[in-house]
């Protein structure tokens, strides 16, 4: 059951809306910026540029 926000509902529930927009931002461009590396990622690997971490040690 939700209890009652009284007089201040109108704030309380655009700060939840606010909130939720900018949670909703970060997502969309934190998946934005991972498909973007992937793209990046995977034009090196074509190219040839490997990963140092790939190498063995001498």
Same mark, same amino acid.
């Given at each position: 059951? %939700?209890? =009652? !926000?009284? =007089?201040?509902?109108?704030? %309380? #529930?655009? &700060?939840? /809306?606010?909130?939720? *927009? *900018? #949670? *909703?931002? !970060?997502? /969309? &461009? %934190?998946l934005r910026d991972h498909a973007a590396q992937k793209?990046? !990622? /995977?034009? !090196?690997?074509?190219?040839?540029?490997?990963?140092? &971490?790939?190498?063995?040690?001498?």
């Open positions: 059951m %939700i209890a =009652p !926000l009284g =007089p201040h509902a109108d704030y %309380i #529930l655009g &700060s939840y /809306a606010a909130v939720a *927009v *900018v #949670l *909703v931002g !970060l997502a /969309a &461009s %934190i793209k990046a !990622l /995977a034009a !090196l690997e074509e190219r040839g540029v490997g990963r140092r &971490s790939g190498r063995r040690a001498s």
